[in-house]
C-alpha cells in the first residue's frame, strides 16, 4: 500500500497570501489529521476529518481551515499568512473511526516558509 | 494545545546503552502511543499501549503505562547511533489525539 502523500514538499509564500496543502490517505483509512510542527510549539493539532466531516478542531484561529472529500483526500487551507505560520506541516490517517485504538500514518509533511 | 510532557527534553548516550524516556499527561486517555521522527520527517508509530495495559514489548522498546499517576515511560535497550531522532508520546482520547514536545535522542558510535 502507498503511504500517506503530502503535496507540495516545499512551498515559499509572502505574508497576507493563501495557501492550500494537499494530503492523500493510505487506501481505506477514513480518518484524516493535520498537525502544525515548529520548533517552539512543538506538535499542535489542527483538525481531523473522518466521512468528509470535522469531528475535532484544535485551537487556531479561523484562518486555518480544511475539508475532506470522498474519496478521503484531504485539504488544508490557510489564508492571511503570518510569519509566524511557518512551519512544518503534517498529515495523518487512521483506519477507522470511533474507538478503534489503531496508529496514525504520517505523511513527510509540507515545509511552509512564510516571508 | 498540547497533552503529554516527555521528559528529558534532550539526552545524549553512547551506543549500547540503555534510553529511557518518559511521558506525563493530563486527563484520561483510551490508549497512549509512542512514535519517533527523523529530522524533518513524518512520524512512525513504534507502539501503542491501551489504558487497562500496563507493559508492552516490541523488539529493543518496553512501554509502561501507569493510569494511576498518569505517566507513561518508553525504554530503548541496546541502543544504536540509527535510533537517533525524536521520540513522542501520543494520548489518544476517543479519538483526539494529542502529542508532547518529544525527547530528542542521541545515540553518540
Known amino acids: 500500500k502507498a503511504g500517506v502523500t503530502q503535496t507540495p514538499r516545499y512551498l515559499i509564500k509572502t505574508r497576507g497570501q493563501q495557501v492550500t496543502l494537499s494530503c492523500s490517505p493510505i487506501s481505506g483509512h477514513r480518518s484524516v489529521s493535520w498537525y502544525q510542527q515548529t520548533p517552539g510549539q512543538g506538535l499542535q493539532f489542527l483538525f481531523e476529518?473522518?466521512?468528509?466531516?470535522?469531528?475535532n478542531k484544535g485551537n487556531f484561529p479561523g484562518r486555518f481551515s480544511g475539508r475532506q472529500f470522498s474519496n478521503s483526500r484531504s485539504e488544508m487551507n490557510v489564508s492571511t499568512l503570518e510569519l509566524g505560520d511557518s512551519a512544518l506541516y503534517l498529515c495523518a490517517s487512521r483506519q477507522k473511526g470511533l474507538m478503534d485504538n489503531s496508529p496514525l500514518h504520517f505523511g513527510n509533511g509540507t515545509r511552509l516558509t512564510v516571508t | 494545545s498540547q497533552q503529554g510532557e516527555e521528559d528529558p527534553q534532550a539526552l545524549s548516550i553512547q551506543e549500547g546503552e540503555n534510553a529511557t524516556m518518559n511521558c506525563s499527561y493530563k486527563?484520561?486517555?483510551?490508549?497512549l502511543q509512542w512514535y519517533r521522527q527523523n529530522s524533518g520527517r513524518g512520524l512512525v508509530h513504534l507502539i501503542l499501549i491501551r489504558s487497562n495495559e500496563r507493559e508492552k514489548h516490541s523488539g529493543r522498546l518496553r512501554v509502561t503505562l501507569d493510569t494511576s499517576k498518569k505517566s507513561s515511560s518508553l525504554l530503548i535497550t541496546a541502543s544504536r547511533a540509527a535510533d537517533t531522532a525524536s521520540y513522542f508520546c501520543?494520548?489518544?482520547?476517543?479519538?483526539?489525539?494529542?502529542f508532547g514536545a518529544g525527547t530528542r535522542l542521541t545515540v553518540k558510535p
Open positions: 501520543a494520548t489518544d482520547n476517543n479519538n483526539d489525539m494529542r
Open positions: 476529518y473522518f466521512s468528509e466531516t470535522q469531528r
Open positions: 486527563t484520561s486517555i483510551n490508549n
